[in-house]
């Protein structure tokens, strides 16, 4: 897949709408992609908040793995996570929290990214590290 940074974020974003289940159910939205990078953002919604009023770390980390999994795919082959770690670092608060996908080592078969994930005033609260396996 050899498209432009714009056209790569109008497919992606089309592919986003176009799947249910898990991403629609946690409003997961696609920000920005390009080339093994992307930003997603995340409505917090009371369903999204642990029992503390905190957003729940399944939530983030659904958040991570997802995001990671759209910047693997910016190559147009299909990934899977391969392994996964994640370190809460504070508190999420707020209306939305947002991830930022940055590569570590992309490779032919197997591709490493770091995710950070921000809450809407820019405070860093958790950090992934996600692998993927390229499938084609």
Known sequence: MNMSDEEL???????????GGFIQNNHYK???????YCVMEAE??????????????GFM?????????VAARSSGKKAVTLSSH????????????????????VGNKVSVYEVFIYDEKEVLIAKATVDYFYMD
């Open 9 to 19: 974020l109008a497919y992606g974003k089309k592919y986003m709408e176009s799947v």
């Open 30 to 36: 696609l920000v920005d992609i390009k080339k093994d």
């Open 44 to 57: 917090v919604r009371e369903e999204s908040l642990n029992p503390y009023g905190m957003v729940h770390g």
């Open 86 to 105: 994640i370190e809460y670092l504070h508190a999420g608060h707020g209306k939305k929290i947002k991830a930022v996908v940055e590569p570590v080592k």
């Open 61 to 69: 980390f659904g958040l991570a793995d997802t995001a990671a999994g």
